[in-house]
């Protein structure tokens, strides 16, 4: 059965004009400009009231955002406080590092970002700087402008280089037909969430319902009022793990359907010896 993705944007041309708007890729040799880049941005605020943007191309638009203040600040087009030009680096950062942190977290316990950020492939100097932000001193323009271009960089490698041009041998992505890579990386990485989180639950299941069982293994039969109890222990352990998959659908609007795909699959809502 085909998966319908939606997006907020039309087609894939849209994605990559914006891109072109942002960075001097394979379309464009020269850079772009600053009505370009304002544009760009004005573009994806209008993707956000249609529907969910990827947090790739959100974080790209306010780091673009926070560095058009700086021009203006440096230009003095604007009366811009310095403070506010260090505000809005430090939050478009902050952003954009704990996003990407906290929807690779997974299983029943969180990690340290820092173990996350190197499985993503996103230097720990970048989850240094956010905790600096966060818990100490505001660091200087200086330091978060080389971050977000830093940051931008990164966002190149893992977002926009891999949407293919119209120009692409493969023609996957020309006519706009063929789906969109990170969406369906996104996707993926959600299910592989829920998949871990009902494998703990279903494990640790086991582990509680075997140890009670030979802790009852002196009597013969078990009374209706000791089965409640043995019910009732399961409470906890099933209010985390369904805490834990509520709040990766209120992140993501798409992730109650993966959800359900994920426990129709074998061994969670139906046994591997009745598929």
């Not at 990827?54 to 087009?77: K, Q, W």
């Not at 590092?97 to 906290?102: C, L, R």
């Not at 509680?208 to 352990?237: C, F, M, R, W, Y």
Request: charged share 30%.
């Amino acid at each position: 059965m085909p998966q319908y993705i939606i997006t907020p944007w039309r087609d894939l041309s849209e994605l990559r004009l914006v891109r072109s708007q942002f960075y001097a890729c394979l379309a464009r040799s020269s850079p772009p400009t600053a009505d370009e880049r304002r544009q760009g941005v004005d573009t994806i605020r209008a993707w956000k009231f249609r529907g969910e943007v990827p947090h790739a191309v959100e974080s790209t638009a306010l780091l673009i955002d926070a560095a058009m203040t700086d021009d203006d600040a440096l230009r003095c087009r604007a009366a811009i406080s310095p403070w506010s030009v260090r505000a809005a680096y430090a939050t478009a950062f902050a952003r954009f590092v704990t996003g990407f942190v906290d929807a690779s977290q997974t299983g029943r316990y969180k990690r340290s970002m820092y173990h996350v950020a190197q499985e993503i492939g996103l230097p720990t100097s970048f989850v240094e700087l956010r905790h600096q932000i966060a818990h100490e001193e505001m660091p200087s323009v200086v330091v978060l402008r080389r971050a977000a271009t830093r940051a931008l960089e990164w966002l190149w490698e893992h977002f926009w280089r891999d949407i293919r041009d119209d120009d692409d041998p493969d023609g996957a992505m020309a006519s706009g037909a063929g789906p969109d890579v990170e969406m369906d990386a996104v996707n993926e990485r959600i299910r592989s969430e829920f998949r871990e989180l009902l494998r703990q639950y279903v494990k640790q299941r086991i582990r509680d319902v075997a140890g009670k069982s030979k802790s009852k293994t002196k009597s013969s039969t078990t009374s209706h009022a000791e089965t409640n109890l043995l019910d009732s222990d399961t409470g906890p352990l099933t209010a985390e793990t369904s805490d834990n998959c509520l709040r990766k659908c209120h992140d993501n609007k798409h992730a109650m359907n993966l959800l359900g795909s994920v426990l129709l699959e074998i061994k969670f809502l139906v046994p591997a010896n009745r598929a």
